[in-house]
Structures are given as structure tokens and as C-alpha cells.
């Protein structure tokens, strides 16, 4: 079962080729900017490191977000258009559970990426990778409140808080979602979590 | 000689389209998806929700286009694609579609700049004649080009503030009619006379446009007369300033002809469309012995299919671009 996992939705681009015990090749690294025009690149070299071709993936994995909406365009599109073209199962899944897949502490592992305004993409997870606070748009001080008397760490590129840097562990996420049902790749569409301002700002006229 | 067959993608705007172009003049499919009804909520396009709806229906004008064809990606010669000028994040969802293309068809990619879609929208059916210069307006764009032949652009001249397209839009609002502002204001200025004194804009000796001025002053004249408890003539002010738009136009661009001693004009552009502007053209060009050519309607605003048409040359031409291919807002024709 080779997987294609894709995660752009922060300024860290994740690409990965796997089977359920083997990671072929692994991009982590973070970007300054321009996303769009390196992601095809780590793509394509991921390919080559692993040498396997496009159409011998049996199933994506992409992170659909929350996070950057540029970013999550770019890796959700890649991926729908790539699981409708070549009919490759897709699954979708969340940027914070992939931030904090590494992890094994006993703590709550609360993962986030800054939405400016005080605000963050959030949520709890366990060291199993099963959602404690599911993943929302949320103030930080309503965040840090939930986790009042509890043992918990922070796991963010970001620094709304003190945090720890983004732990990746491709296998475990590979093995956490191996039974999860493909979507249809046309209404496979990005997690925004938020409204734009436009839509708020109509809503409240 | 073999057919060559382009796969073309274009999400500059507020349209996601698709088209598979044979041999830079026949149309073997073309799918459009429009978003107008979402953006009218709004007055105008939301480049964020733009973005979003993009990403919605990409696959989905991806797939009508090959089902109406009966073709597939494999018979494909070149993936085309608008990388720009545009709105970014409308641009990079029809960019990373065709980049994944490119990539697992192993297809050369073909970068197409937005304007030469436009001026190729008058190469479907019939070729175009050479030299000539082209008139491109539309809600993002007011440029005149030269081309002396096929995929060689001269910039002679663009707006320097909003394209025509957009100063339509907000004299629209101003005047109290839907949008996009083109079709209404065009329609109901053949009802109305030319009353109300506005100015020629940027009225030089350059190719360049200016159109906030006018509008401003359709805002002023509005305002004024609401102010002294009078009610605006919309059919009368739709007629004034659409003249002024056309009058500058049209002078501009029979002055290129003549610098450039040419005898063949295209029209390009969602604008392209406005019958005001097409009825002054062809009267100009008659008395001046221009050959005219404006596209069909349905190719004068946004579509694959003149980005097919356009990428054909640039893959004759070699113009092909890596996998590093990025959108870019602005960049002038070249």
C-alpha cells in the first residue's frame, strides 16, 4: 500500500512516499515564501528519491487544514487533481494531527498555527493521534483556559505561546488513517475553518 | 503534418475554465465556470472567495472538458496554462492543476500570459493577419499591443490606474446598477444623449489610459446634483461617460495604427463585447480601409480556449516552462 502524503498548509512542506513500514523518500523543511512554484519541484524529487512512478501510488494523504489558505490550496489541489486524474484513493486529513504525529509523550499535545488577532487554528490531541479538542478557530487565551490543571505541551512553527517545534512521523500517520474511506476528489476542498471577511462582514450588515 | 492538441487552464479571475485546442485555431472542448453570481453579492469579485471556488470546481471543468472531447490526458501534446497577470490565489489553483498534470503525464508545461489568451481569442477558426495591433479591455486590463507576427509582442501602452472593465463596474454602483457594470451601462447609454460635460481622460499624446478621473467625476456630477435635490438622467450619464471611454479609445488606438502603418486591428477583452465600442470601430476602420476582427462573444471574457489557442504558438516556439513555474499578479506582455 504506497501512500503519497502531502502537507503545505504552514510554511513547512511536508511531501512523503511510504508503505506502512517503510518511508521511501521525506520532505520537512521549512520555506521562507513562494510555496507554488518549489512544491512541484519536492514532489517530483520525492518521486525520484523513492523511484516509483505517479501512477504506482495506491492512496494520498493530504492534509486539507487548517493553516495558510494559500498554502492548503496548494497542497489540496495538487492532490485532487492528481486522485482524479489517475482515480488514486485520497484521504483527507488534518494539518495539526500531522504537526504533532511524531510525538509519543503522555501529555495533551495542543497543536496550533497562528490566524492572527489573539487567534489560532487549534486543537488537543493524544499521543494515538485521536482529537481531544477538535481542531477549530479559536482565541489563544480560550485555548489556554481548556488546559487549565492539565499536562499538556504546545506544538507550533508559531510563537503565540512557547512552544516545541512539529514532530513528523509519516509511518504512524500512514498506520492512523490506513482504514479511513477515500473521498470523491471533486468535493475534496480545503478545511478553512473560518468565513472570509467578506462573507462576515455581509452577514453582519 | 500531425495535429497538435493543447490542454489549456485558466483561473485568472472569476472563471474556471478548460479547453482542449487543435492546432491553435479549432475547438475540440471548452468548459467555463463562472462565479458572477457569487461576486455580485459583493459588488465585485473577492479575490479569497474567488480563490475558494476555484479550488471547488477545478476537477470537476478538468473532467467535462476531456468527456466532451472524448479524448484523454495521453493524447494531450502540452499542458497550457494562465500563470499570469491575475489574482494570485485564483491564478495558483489553475497553476498547480496543470504543474500536476505536467508532472504525471509527463507533458511539457506552457506558461500562457493572460493578454496573449486575449489577442488569441481572434486566432479561433481564422488566423490572424499580420502586422497588427491589438486593443486589449477588460475588468482587469486596458492595453495596446503590436504584432508584427505570430507570438511577438510590442507593448505600446495600458492603464495607468483602473482598466475600463473596472471603471464600468464602479460608475455602475455610483449610478445604481448591477453588476458587472459593462452590459448595463452599455444598454442603457443607447437610450440616453450625451449631456452631462465630463472630460476626456488622459487625453496625451501617449498609448497609456487613465480612467479614475472619469469616474471620479461621474461620482462628482452625481453627487452634485443630488445635492442641489436634482435627479441624475442614468440613461444620459451612462451615454456621456461611455462616449468619453470610447472617444479616448478609439483615438489612441487609430493613432497606433497609423504610427505603426497597420491595417489590421483586433479587439480583445471582456469589453470587446460592448456594443457602443464595436459600432464606433467599425465605422472608424471602414473610412480608414482597417481589417477589424473582434472574437466571438464567448471568447472575449475569460476562457481556456484562447489560452489553448495562444499556447500552441508558445509550444512552437519552444516556450515551455520547469515544474518552478509560479503565478505572478503583474507582468507586462513580452
Same mark, same amino acid.
Given at each position: 500500500?504506497?501512500?503519497?502524503?502531502?502537507?503545505?498548509?504552514?510554511?513547512?512542506?511536508?511531501?512523503?512516499?511510504?508503505?506502512?513500514?517503510?518511508?521511501?523518500?521525506?520532505?520537512?523543511?521549512?520555506?521562507?515564501?513562494?510555496?507554488?512554484?518549489?512544491?512541484?519541484?519536492?514532489?517530483?524529487?520525492?518521486?525520484?528519491?523513492?523511484?516509483?512512478?505517479?501512477?504506482? *501510488?495506491?492512496? *494520498?494523504?493530504?492534509?486539507?487544514?487548517p493553516g495558510?489558505?494559500?498554502?492548503?490550496?496548494?497542497?489540496?489541489?495538487?492532490?485532487?487533481?492528481?486522485?482524479?486524474?489517475?482515480?488514486?484513493?485520497?484521504?483527507?486529513?488534518?494539518?495539526?494531527?500531522?504537526?504533532?504525529?511524531?510525538?509519543?509523550?503522555?501529555?495533551?499535545?495542543?497543536?496550533?498555527?497562528?490566524?492572527?488577532?489573539?487567534?489560532?487554528?487549534?486543537? *488537543?490531541y493524544?499521543?494515538?493521534?485521536?482529537?481531544?479538542?477538535?481542531?477549530?478557530?479559536?482565541?489563544?487565551?480560550?485555548?489556554?483556559?481548556?488546559?487549565?490543571?492539565?499536562d499538556?505541551?504546545?506544538?507550533?512553527?508559531?510563537?503565540?505561546?512557547?512552544?516545541?517545534?512539529?514532530?513528523?512521523?509519516?509511518?504512524k500517520?500512514?498506520?492512523?488513517?490506513?482504514?479511513?474511506?477515500?473521498?470523491n476528489?471533486?468535493?475534496?476542498?480545503?478545511?478553512?475553518?473560518?468565513?472570509?471577511?467578506?462573507?462576515?462582514?455581509?452577514?453582519?450588515? | 503534418?500531425?495535429?497538435t492538441?493543447?490542454?489549456?487552464?485558466?483561473?485568472?479571475?472569476?472563471?474556471?475554465?478548460?479547453?482542449?485546442?487543435?492546432?491553435g485555431?479549432?475547438?475540440?472542448?471548452?468548459?467555463?465556470?463562472?462565479?458572477?453570481?457569487?461576486?455580485?453579492?459583493?459588488?465585485?469579485?473577492?479575490?479569497?472567495?474567488?480563490?475558494?471556488?476555484?479550488?471547488?470546481?477545478?476537477?470537476?471543468?478538468?473532467?467535462?472538458?476531456?468527456?466532451?472531447?472524448?479524448?484523454?490526458?495521453e493524447?494531450?501534446?502540452?499542458?497550457?496554462?494562465?500563470?499570469?497577470?491575475?489574482?494570485?490565489?485564483?491564478?495558483l489553483?489553475?497553476?498547480?492543476?496543470?504543474?500536476?498534470?505536467?508532472?504525471?503525464?509527463?507533458?511539457?508545461?506552457?506558461?500562457?500570459?493572460?493578454?496573449?489568451?486575449?489577442?488569441?481569442?481572434?486566432?479561433?477558426?481564422?488566423?490572424?493577419?499580420?502586422?497588427?495591433?491589438?486593443?486589449?479591455?477588460?475588468?482587469?486590463?486596458?492595453?495596446?499591443?503590436?504584432?508584427?507576427?505570430?507570438?511577438?509582442?510590442?507593448?505600446?501602452?495600458?492603464?495607468?490606474?483602473?482598466?475600463?472593465?473596472?471603471?464600468?463596474?464602479?460608475?455602475?454602483?455610483?449610478?445604481?446598477?448591477?453588476?458587472?457594470?459593462?452590459?448595463?451601462?452599455?444598454?442603457?447609454?443607447?437610450?440616453?444623449?450625451?449631456?452631462?460635460?465630463?472630460?476626456?481622460?488622459?487625453?496625451?499624446?501617449?498609448?497609456?489610459?487613465?480612467?479614475?478621473?472619469?469616474?471620479?467625476?461621474?461620482?462628482?456630477?452625481?453627487?452634485?446634483?443630488?445635492?442641489?435635490?436634482n435627479?441624475?438622467?442614468?440613461?444620459?450619464?451612462?451615454?456621456?461617460?461611455?462616449?468619453?471611454?470610447?472617444?479616448i479609445?478609439?483615438?489612441?488606438?487609430?493613432?497606433?495604427?497609423?504610427?505603426?502603418?497597420?491595417?489590421?486591428?483586433?479587439?480583445?477583452?471582456?469589453?470587446?463585447?460592448?456594443?457602443?465600442?464595436?459600432?464606433?470601430?467599425?465605422?472608424?476602420?471602414?473610412?480608414?480601409?482597417?481589417?477589424?476582427?473582434v472574437?466571438?462573444?464567448?471568447?472575449?471574457?475569460?476562457?481556456?480556449?484562447?489560452?489553448?489557442?495562444?499556447?500552441?504558438?508558445?509550444?512552437?516556439?519552444?516556450?515551455?516552462?520547469?515544474?518552478?513555474?509560479?503565478?505572478?499578479?503583474?507582468?507586462?506582455?513580452?
Open positions: 500500500m504506497k501512500t503519497l502524503l502531502i502537507s503545505t498548509c504552514t510554511n513547512r512542506i511536508i511531501v512523503a512516499l511510504a508503505d506502512n513500514s517503510t518511508i521511501f523518500s521525506f520532505c520537512n523543511e521549512i520555506i521562507e515564501n513562494q510555496m507554488s512554484n518549489i512544491i512541484m519541484e519536492k514532489v517530483e524529487n520525492c518521486f525520484k528519491e523513492a523511484s516509483l512512478k505517479p501512477t504506482e *501510488i495506491d492512496r *494520498i494523504l493530504v492534509a486539507v487544514g495558510s489558505y494559500t498554502g492548503i490550496r496548494i497542497g489540496v489541489t495538487i492532490a485532487k487533481t492528481y486522485s482524479w486524474a489517475l482515480k488514486t484513493k485520497i484521504i483527507p486529513i488534518s494539518s495539526l494531527e500531522v504537526m504533532v504525529s511524531g510525538y509519543q509523550d503522555d501529555k495533551l499535545l495542543v497543536s496550533y498555527i497562528d490566524a492572527r488577532r489573539n487567534a489560532c487554528f487549534g486543537a *488537543i493524544n499521543n494515538k493521534l485521536n482529537p481531544i479538542l477538535n481542531d477549530q478557530y479559536i482565541l489563544i487565551d480560550d485555548l489556554k483556559e481548556k488546559l487549565k490543571g492539565k499538556y505541551i504546545f506544538v507550533s512553527d508559531d510563537k503565540l505561546v512557547e512552544s516545541n517545534k512539529p514532530k513528523i512521523d509519516i509511518i500517520l500512514i498506520n492512523k488513517h490506513l482504514n479511513d474511506a477515500g473521498v476528489p471533486h468535493s475534496l476542498n480545503p478545511v478553512y475553518l473560518k468565513k472570509t471577511e467578506a462573507e462576515e462582514s455581509l452577514n453582519h450588515d | 503534418m500531425k495535429d492538441y493543447i490542454f489549456a487552464i485558466e483561473s485568472s479571475c472569476d472563471e474556471t475554465a478548460a479547453a482542449i485546442v487543435k492546432n485555431h479549432e475547438v475540440i472542448a471548452s468548459t467555463v465556470s463562472t462565479q458572477i453570481a457569487t461576486h455580485a453579492l459583493f459588488g465585485g469579485v473577492v479575490p479569497e472567495i474567488a480563490s475558494r471556488k476555484h479550488i471547488e470546481n477545478i476537477t470537476m471543468v478538468l473532467e467535462n472538458t476531456l468527456n466532451e472531447a472524448h479524448m484523454k490526458m493524447e494531450m501534446d502540452a499542458i497550457a496554462v494562465t500563470y499570469g497577470p491575475g489574482l494570485i490565489g485564483s491564478l489553483v489553475g497553476l498547480q492543476a496543470a504543474k500536476t498534470l505536467a508532472f504525471i503525464y509527463d507533458k511539457p508545461l506552457v506558461p500562457v500570459h493572460h493578454i496573449a489568451g486575449h489577442i488569441y481569442a481572434n486566432n479561433i477558426e481564422k488566423s490572424m493577419e499580420f502586422p497588427l495591433i491589438a486593443l486589449v479591455v477588460s475588468g482587469g486590463h486596458t492595453e495596446l499591443v503590436y504584432m508584427k507576427e505570430d507570438y511577438s509582442f510590442e507593448f505600446l501602452g495600458g492603464t495607468l490606474d483602473d482598466a475600463v472593465g473596472e471603471a464600468y463596474d464602479k460608475v455602475a454602483r455610483v449610478i445604481g446598477l448591477p453588476y458587472p457594470g459593462g452590459p448595463a451601462i452599455d444598454k442603457l447609454a443607447h437610450e440616453g444623449k450625451d449631456t452631462y460635460d465630463l472630460p476626456i481622460p488622459l487625453d496625451d499624446d501617449t498609448y497609456n489610459f487613465s480612467f479614475s478621473g472619469l469616474k471620479s467625476a461621474v461620482i462628482n456630477v452625481n453627487h452634485n446634483e443630488l445635492d442641489r435635490g435627479k441624475i438622467r442614468k440613461e444620459d450619464l451612462a451615454c456621456s461617460f461611455q462616449n468619453r471611454v470610447i472617444d479609445l478609439t483615438k489612441k488606438t487609430m493613432k497606433a495604427l497609423e504610427e505603426k502603418q497597420v491595417k489590421n486591428l483586433i479587439i480583445a477583452g471582456g469589453v470587446a463585447a460592448n456594443k457602443g465600442l464595436r459600432d464606433r470601430f467599425e465605422k472608424l476602420c471602414q473610412e480608414k480601409n482597417v481589417n477589424l476582427t472574437p466571438p462573444l464567448k471568447y472575449c471574457t475569460d476562457n481556456a480556449v484562447m489560452i489553448g489557442a495562444a499556447g500552441y504558438y508558445a509550444y512552437k516556439l519552444g516556450r515551455i516552462s520547469d515544474l518552478n513555474l509560479n503565478a505572478v499578479a503583474t507582468e507586462k506582455l513580452n
